[in-house]
């Protein structure tokens, strides 16, 4: 899937080292030690880059990062965000692996074809979305989750983003990018508390940069498949 040398553009090479640049050298200026979330952090920027060239190897390393990242959210109680990941992402995103390898673009494997969906299965989605954010917010105050309300919210915005991922639609990439910015609350919060969580911060400031490209290239493989076509 990645056997050309030139498969990445000089932006996404820049975004992608960026993001590894940023996320390592905060991790050593703040002497950290959270190996775990270094690893998680590095894991989720390379599967960002990736989907956003509509590459399944993306949501491949997108899975291994809800698992770590599962892991991490318990040992700060945020039991929404661990029961998020590993319960609703992990295995959606497997789902959706599933459908990108089902429809490969004109381009091969390594490109997936872009879909879309209607006004009606936007509201679906919607309503599925409210439904599933009524659930879980019993569900997490039962847990004492830390953080409640935003804890709430990142399982609305997770829901739609992993719903939208599996049904090809360039609006995932946005729902993605309001996850982040729900995230980036969520782990600033915990920063105040334990500095060791900054570096989780600074991961998803950088999967917001991600995102919002994703979202853009997204658009431009959509129009350039609709001209091959």
């Known amino acids: ?10 932006a ?21 030690t959270d190996y775990l979330s270094l690893t998680a952090s590095l894991i989720g920027a390379t599967s960002l880059i990736l989907n956003a060239k509509g590459n399944p190897l993306g949501l491949v390393l997108g899975i291994a990062f809800s698992l770590l990242y599962g892991y991490i959210s318990y040992t700060f109680s945020y039991y929404g965000e661990m029961l998020t990941y590993l319960g609703m992402t992990a295995p959606m995103s497997l789902y959706a692996l599933v459908c990108w390898l089902r429809h490969p673009s004109g381009a091969g494997r390594a490109e997936v074809k872009v879909g879309s969906i209607s006004r009606r299965e936007a509201l679906f989605a919607l309503v599925l ?22 804890s709430t919210i990142s399982v609305t915005t997770s829901f739609l983003a992993v719903y939208l ?6 609006l995932f990439a946005v729902a993605y990018a309001a996850n ?5 609350l969520l782990w600033g919060l915990a920063t105040l508390q334990d500095a060791s969580y900054l ?26 498949q609709a001209a091959a076509a």
């Not at 390592?24 to 002497?31: D, E, K, M, P, S």
């Not at 979305?129 to 039962?142: E, G, H, N």
């Not at 911060?201 to 999967?207: E, G």
């Open 1 to 10: 899937m990645l056997s050309k040398l030139n498969y990445f553009s000089k």
């Open 12 to 32: 996404e090479w820049t975004l992608w080292i960026s993001s590894v640049v940023l996320i390592v050298g905060t991790f050593v200026l703040f002497h950290q």
């Open 129 to 150: 979305s409210a439904v599933v954010t009524v659930v879980f917010y019993f569900i997490l105050r039962a847990f004492h989750t830390a953080n409640l309300l935003p």
């Open 165 to 170: 991922t599996a049904r090809r639609s360039p």
């Open 180 to 184: 982040d910015l729900v995230l980036i």
């Open 199 to 224: 570096s989780v911060v600074v991961c998803f400031v950088m999967f917001f940069a991600n995102d919002i490209y994703g979202f853009i290239n997204w658009s431009r493989m959509r129009r350039r």
